[in-house]
């Protein structure tokens, strides 16, 4: 299993950044996936998530209005796309495989490097 994340950068606050895991090595369309960050001294934090099967998404309270999570199954990839960025979103994100069950995720165990996403105030 490989997911590798790419998008990140340095952007001002109220921008937008496209983050993208692109995925392989297992089922990509019988699996969900799901985005996270780990800001600096803070605990990773599920950001949002997305189910295959369904097409179902879920997203954190924090981000809600303003990402937007989409896949495109013939290239394996899943998009993050951020936009009015704030400050607080600066962290590293990580994209992951996992499973979908009754509106909870389940992460699974192989991770990307992450993504550094900053903004800027």
């Known amino acids: 299993v490989q997911l590798v994340e790419s998008g990140g950068g340095l952007v001002q606050a109220g921008g937008s950044l496209r983050l993208s895991c692109a995925a392989s090595?297992?089922?990509?369309?019988?699996?969900?996936i799901g985005w996270f960050r780990q800001a600096p001294g803070k605990e990773r934090e599920g950001v949002s998530c997305?189910?295959?099967?369904?097409?179902?998404?879920l997203y954190a309270d924090s981000v809600k209005g303003r990402f937007s999570i989409s896949t495109d199954n013939a290239k394996n990839t899943v998009y993050l796309q951020m936009n009015s960025l704030k400050p607080e979103d600066t962290a590293v994100y990580h994209c992951?495989?996992?499973?979908?069950?009754?509106?909870?995720?389940?992460?699974?165990?192989?991770w990307g490097q992450g993504t550094q996403v900053t903004v800027s105030s």
């Open positions: 992951n495989g996992g499973l979908y069950y009754s509106a909870t995720y389940y992460p699974g165990g192989s």
């Open positions: 090595g297992f089922a990509f369309e019988d699996y969900a």
């Open positions: 997305f189910n295959n099967s369904d097409e179902d998404a």
